[in-house]
């Protein structure tokens, strides 16, 4: 049945059918089911621009039409053609819009119910959008947009854990989010006031090494306040 069928495209890509799996071969059949996940819907000229940009009409409508049966056969039901028009088959659910979905809640939500809503979301993120898919161009701009909100979530939830005099926890956050985005400052400050506030002067020390080390690469200093740190820390090449 569709509503058993689930388009997986975060940290990896697969279709399953309820806990089978049902993911169509690598190359263009699996192209275009991650297509229509990311987009909701292709026009048939669109789908064949995508993957046989330099077939002709009539040879590109072939292909498709070879496409879509043989999808059919791996899948079920999972592409439907309305038209002109390729989209998911009702009910074919996607862990990105369960993830999106979870986002909105958290931040449409009142300050009291926040954190949590953010939390569950995060536990929707399996890893970056189809790693396997690195240079595609078509997955880059969803794969950024996703990651800032992902890292967003962690934000929050790092707030939140060390307002209640969590530091462990909310330091655990925000490695998590220096994993993925490196040469962003505002974390490593973030957790070096949060371990100095809580008498860890030497983790504090590695944070303000690790950013110091980490922002060498664009060739800039630290920050006003994390320089000072880490001098006051006697830290090597705070500036």
Partial sequence: ANAQLRVVLL??????RGVELATPS??????LVK?????????SEQAIDALWP???LATGRSRLRNLLNRLRGQS???????????????????DVAQFESRVSAAF???????????????????????PGDAYEDWAAGPRERLRRRYLSLV?????DSFSRGDVDEGMRLLDLGIEREPLEERRYLVATRALMADGRRTAAREMVQRAAHALQELGIGLCDELAEIGR????????
């Fill in 26 to 31: 690598p190359g263009n059949p699996a192209t």
């Fill in 54 to 56: 330099d077939a002709d």
């Fill in 76 to 94: 079920g039901e999972l592409i439907v053609r309305n038209g002109e028009a390729l989209e998911l088959a009702r009910g074919v659910t996607t």
């Fill in 35 to 43: 297509l229509l996940a990311l987009r909701g819907v292709l026009t």
């Fill in 155 to 159: 934000d929050v939830v790092a707030e």
């Fill in 108 to 130: 449409d939500a009142g300050a009291a119910e926040r954190a949590g809503l953010a939390r569950l979301a995060l536990g929707a993120y399996a890893g970056d959008l189809l």
């Fill in 11 to 16: 940290g990896s890509f697969a279709v399953l």
């Fill in 232 to 239: 006051s820390l006697d830290v090597g090449g705070a500036q």
